[in-house]
DNA sequence: GACTTATTGACATTCATTATCAATAAGACT
DNA sequence: AGTCTTATTGATAATGAATGTCAATAAGTC
């Protein structure tokens, strides 16, 4: 049973993810961290996120070219309204769909269903209004 | 303008496609044909698909190893439930959650609303019943 | 302080996807 | 059928996110 370390490291990932404003890639996370004169390195950044993510204290979505973005996150389960211009995030949380998605599973035989929902839009501010 | 030209790699690919069970990848789909002797190249294969997706012949999801799996498709908007383990797919169409996703944007002053919604669960089969 | 080993980081490697570009062939027109 | 234009193809190179490697470092324990 190998003992987690606490390490400056992770620390700075975990507070540079929860100062970023929407979602953010782990190659922007080590440039972020790097202007703010850290000398972490890239496979580290990418190590943090995935514990990030086990532990649930993380969520990540794939961009539409494909690489994937992270964001801080609490641990309760929710989902995202995203500004596909700005990446202004909204979170919420969708009691209806929640029981959809587990009733549909079990109309079709299904056990153990998990999903994924992400709603894009365009926000106010980038609709200049 | 440019004009669109029929080819049989198009054709092939389309087919390839529609003849697949459940979502494959575009290197899958390229394999499969070159089983049945087809000499299309790979870039090919890639082009054909990138087209059937914006003329909405096809979906396409992301893995959870990061690729592109591809699946042929009907025109109307509708959704997936998936077995995780051997592929099954059933096309779900959700009402209910449609009329959701489009509220919660308004709700939020966001305008051009979009989603994806995909279900993944362990069907009948996978259960051993 | 000494020791064990989880973790780091520079670097190499993998691999899906995209770009290049000369060769091919679809479609239009005669 | 033949000619011409150019969209398309395919072999190959290039891109780039993500992961593997491994000696050096440092966290936690005693
Ligand atoms: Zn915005
Ligand atoms: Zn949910
Ligand atoms: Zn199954
Ligand atoms: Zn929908």
């Known amino acids: 049973m190998t003992v987690k370390r606490n390490t400056w490291q992770k ?47 993380a969520d990540s979505i794939t961009s539409t070219d494909g690489q994937l973005l992270y964001r801080a996150c609490g641990t309760s389960h929710h989902h995202h309204l995203v500004c596909r211009e700005c990446g202004l ?22 056990t153990d269903v998990s999903h994924t929902i992400e709603l894009f839009g365009l926000c106010r501010g980038c609709r200049g209004l």
Chains 1, 2 share one sequence.
């Open 89 to 110: 995030t909204v979170e919420i949380d969708a009691d209806q769909v929640e029981a959809w998605a587990s009733g549909i599973g079990g109309a079709n035989g299904f």
């Open 11 to 57: 620390d700075a990932v975990r507070h540079a993810l929860s100062e970023s404003a929407g979602f953010v890639s782990a190659q922007q996370l080590h440039q972020v961290l790097h202007a703010h004169g850290s000398t972490i390195g890239l496979a580290t950044v990418y190590r943090a996120l995935a514990d990030l993510l086990l532990a649930g204290d």
